[in-house]
């Protein structure tokens, strides 16, 4: 089983070119243009043992908006293009993950129903030339390509920096077990017969 997705997007505002391999060993190649984004993207492939390729040119003379959110639509496609028909998988993942004093929650279901609950407040605007508000656009961008419920909650805060890589941590966790193939699923796990 290939479970690859590929994505390439193209506006006036971002190109973006993305392969996801959910049955990788961590190896990311990535490029934003932003090193604090590269960094989460870095962890998030090397923590759910995905192997991620992201080339983005952005629009970074206007800010880091359309770069990140339109970074979360591409990989929300790819991953989805991974899953295919979803058999066999568990379906769902939960983690609570530490990142120093940060503790976060995150729980997803790859239901095909696209939901996003995010409670993580930051006290600084920026880490790096990152935009804290981002983070949040970023996952809604993911659930919404994926048709994906994810729940993020930060449950002890902390250094902000530690807070986000905590959540992309998490998450790459999450999805990870979320994803996993489980012999006993002989379809999907539903009990409508389709995600």
């Not at 984004?37 to 992201?54: E, P, T």
Request: aromatic share 8%; hydrophobic share 40%; charged share 25%.
């Amino acid at each position: 089983m290939n479970r690859v997705g590929t994505y390439s997007r193209k506006t006036n505002e971002t190109q973006i070119d993305i392969t996801f391999n959910i049955d990788g060993k961590g190896k990311a190649n990535i490029d934003t243009g932003i090193g604090f984004f590269d960094h989460m993207l870095n962890n998030f492939a090397r923590h759910g043992l995905f192997d991620l390729d992201v080339k983005v040119k952005g629009d970074l003379f206007v800010d880091c908006h359309h770069t990140i959110e339109d970074t979360g639509i591409a990989l929300g496609i790819a991953i989805k293009q991974a899953l295919g028909d979803k058999k066999s998988i568990k379906r769902y993942g939960s983690v609570i993950l530490p990142m120093d004093e940060s503790l976060v929650l995150c729980s997803l279901d790859l239901s095909g129903r696209p939901y996003l609950n995010f409670d993580a407040e930051f006290t600084v605007d920026k880490v790096g030339e990152f935009d804290t508000e981002m983070v949040k656009e970023f996952f809604h961008a993911i659930a919404y390509a994926v048709g994906m419920n994810l729940h993020i909650k930060m449950l002890e805060s902390g250094n902000n920096h530690h807070m986000i890589e905590g959540i992309f941590k998490a998450f790459s966790k999450s999805l990870d077990n979320a994803t996993m193939i489980d012999e006993r699923i002989e379809d999907v796990l539903s009990t409508k017969g389709s995600l």
